[in-house]
């Protein structure tokens, strides 16, 4: 009796895939979200993206004006698309959307892309900064850091953005502050290049 060799190699993979399981002895959420990073998407295109620099850059100045935020270790996060998880000084999650048409709220919970859709106008809009957001959701940090973060955040991209030889003139404090749609912020953002 001749054995096929495909059926061999078909075999084999599939023990090595049943031994993965999910169960009472499994795999943990974490891990599973990992492996499931690992199959959509390179790991040396994720440490490279523009993305997720920017993601970790705008964390550490919102930190300290939010109780929690991190990157979700649930969702996708590939060199276009990363969720951050965040929790307002009013013990409000969300979970936001960066992507490159800009910032997103998604839902009112952490690890979650599904939003409340009796509040619709709240997750379709995209935004320039983590801060508009938080403009918006957080009350506390509006009453609070607002002006004063705004302020001093704008003045760092601007001194950034000319040490970097920029040749715009266009000041990032008079961006506007504003939901946008799509078309709206890739337009302004052609006009601030």
């Known amino acids: 009796m001749a054995t096929d060799p495909q059926t061999i190699q078909n075999s084999r993979r599939c023990s090595s895939v049943q031994s993965h399981h999910i169960g009472s002895f499994g795999l943990s959420f974490s891990k599973f979200a990992e492996m499931a990073r690992s199959f959509t998407s390179d790991v040396y295109s994720r440490m490279e993206s523009q993305l997720e620099i920017q993601a970790i850059k705008t964390m550490g100045k919102v930190a300290s004006v939010v109780k929690d935020i991190s990157v979700s270790e649930m969702l996708p996060r590939t060199p276009d698309i990363i969720f951050i998880n965040i929790t307002t000084l009013e013990d409000q999650p969300f979970c936001i959307e960066l992507t490159e048409k800009g910032w997103r709220i998604c839902s009112l919970r952490c690890d979650c ?70 078309n709206e912020f890739l337009n302004n953002l052609i006009n601030i290049s």
């Open 113 to 182: 892309m599904i939003g409340d859709f009796t509040k619709l106008d709240l997750f379709v809009n995209y935004y320039h900064s983590l801060f508009d957001i938080l403009k918006i959701i957080s009350p506390e940090y509006n009453e609070k850091y607002a002006e004063t973060v705004n302020d001093n955040t704008f003045d760092e991209i601007n001194n950034e953005s000319h040490h970097e030889g920029s040749s715009s003139d266009q000041n990032w404090s008079d961006a506007i502050s504003t939901p946008n749609s799509s």
